[in-house]
């Protein structure tokens, strides 16, 4: 199993795409800024939507009944999935009794996270993303690596390639307008021959039994208003309690995701059109088990806004492929080893734990101190990678004998001192790789702070 670090050299392989990507999120972190600076309360928002969001966790039985009964009462038929599997059986059973076979579908992280798209494939479905970076993805075969910007890993020359093979399109020079253009026709054509809308959920009112889909490119009411079925899939961690409660978390989704003072579309969905049906799956896979964990409990309240990837150093210098999981970043990481410890055992040590993304969350996640916990947890359980594990015992050894630690001091900066260049930046020295080491100064730092007490 490859590790976070593994992945990312990979992705670190082209210096001048890493460059870009950092620059590209930094610049929306920078607009989140700006946006957040601008709502006078901003911090009061955030507490609030924090103290709903817990208040959601703590009585989330009540309120999954409360929004059942309401949607029910509404026409719209609910369904129960535990899992993955159980979800995608419930959508291909859907689609079986309206005889469908091509889909359009607007962006949903949950669907990703339950690998819809090739399992209806293989039933021989037609799946189309809408959203356009989803599509972008799509076509490049590929899974999204950010959850708000799903191809912001590709650049605009990369897409005008991509689009010419697979829309047949003129060569660009990745000309932004026209390639958006030429998507658009192509996805006019997609939700004209629909037979069923796939959508998300981003807030689930257990008040009204309706829910809410934000989009910016409105491919959410388009697929939806042009087919006769419609399905959303929304996590059990939805649930906001009331209709009031909206305006809180609208106002910091679009600002925290993107800078923007509200996004595009804010599609209410209450009941199905006459003569249509509308159908929701509300999905556990794994949430309850989260919600089990005290220390982890709150990841639950994500709003997937995507601020914390924006802002995190890690995220923006290795990419959303580094993570090898469907939500990635610093909550991904805190979400991933909560469905399979051992096959994301390194994300949580994929962080300088700088905190720059607990300070970002609009739902005040204390997102690096659940890393920090994380990396408790799996030290504790060994599910640490060997080479790791061996060093940071040796390291603890050194540690605990100052006499061993200072005489190791002394040979080390003797070593990167005086040692040819290829030993001491040789393959052993990964922090080398692309870094010069500072000036070695000649003492250590007890040596260095009694000089300085002595000369007063
Ligand atoms: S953890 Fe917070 S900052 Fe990160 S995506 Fe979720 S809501 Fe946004």
């Not at 609208?250 to 969905?269: D, E, F, K, N, V």
């Not at 390291?395 to 030993?423: H, N, Q």
Request: aromatic content about 8%; charged content about 25%.
């Amino acid at each position: 199993m490859m590790s976070h670090a593994k992945r990312a050299e990979i992705f670190n392989k082209n210096e001048a795409k890493v460059n870009w990507h950092d620059k590209a999120l930094w610049y929306v972190r920078e607009k989140r800024d700006t946006a957040a600076h601008h709502v006078k309360g901003w911090e009061y928002l955030r507490e609030l939507a924090s103290g709903i969001k817990a208040n959601v966790l703590s009585n989330l039985d009540t309120y999954l009944v409360e929004f059942e009964k309401n949607a029910q009462s509404n026409g719209i038929e609910v369904h129960w999935a535990s899992n993955a599997e159980e979800h995608n059986k419930i959508v291909y059973k859907i689609l079986t009794q309206n005889k469908a076979s091509k889909v359009v579908k607007s962006k949903s992280m949950l669907t990703e996270e339950c690998h819809l798209n090739p399992y209806l494939e293989s039933k021989g479905i037609e799946v189309i993303d809408t959203d356009l970076g989803e599509r972008i993805v799509q076509l490049a075969k590929e899974p999204p690596s950010h959850i708000v910007l799903p191809a912001i890993h590709k650049t605009k020359e990369e897409i005008d390639v991509l689009f010419q093979e697979h829309l047949g399109t003129k060569p660009s020079n990745g000309d932004p307008q026209y390639l958006t253009n030429e998507a658009r026709k192509h996805l006019r054509d997609k939700f004209l021959q629909a037979d069923v809308a796939i959508t998300g959920v981003n807030f689930a009112i257990a008040e009204t039994g309706g829910f809410v889909v934000c989009t910016n490119e409105g491919n959410s009411d388009m697929g939806v208003h042009l087919s006769k079925v419609h399905i959303a899939s929304m996590g059990i961690e939805k649930i906001i309690p009331k209709e009031e409660h909206l305006g809180v978390f609208l106002r910091l989704l679009a600002r925290s995701a993107t800078g923007q003072p509200i996004t595009t579309y804010s599609s209410h969905y209450n009941k199905p059109a006459q003569g249509n049906v509308m159908h929701i799956i509300i999905v556990d896979n794994g949430r309850t088990e989260q919600l089990s964990r005290e220390d982890f409990r709150s990841s639950l309240s994500c709003i997937r806004c995507g601020a914390c990837m924006n802002t995190c150093p890690i995220y923006r210098r290795s990419g959303g492929y580094s993570y090898n999981a469907t939500i990635p970043g610093p909550i991904g990481s805190i979400l991933s080893p909560g469905m399979d410890m051992k096959k994301h055992s390194s994300l949580p040590f994929a962080s300088t734990l700088c905190g720059s993304c607990t300070n970002v969350c609009p739902v005040k996640i204390n997102i690096h101190e659940q890393l920090y916990k994380w990396r408790q947890i799996i030290t504790k359980e060994q599910k640490q990678p060997l080479v790791k594990k061996t060093i940071l015992k040796i390291t603890g050894m050194v540690l605990a004998k100052p006499k061993l630690y200072a005489v190791l001091g002394i040979s080390i900066r003797w070593v990167l001192k005086y040692a040819p260049r290829f030993m001491v930046y040789s393959k052993l020295n990964a922090w080398g790789k692309s870094r010069e080491f500072p000036e070695i100064e000649n003492g250590n730092f007890d040596q260095w702070y009694k000089k300085r007490k002595n000369n007063g």
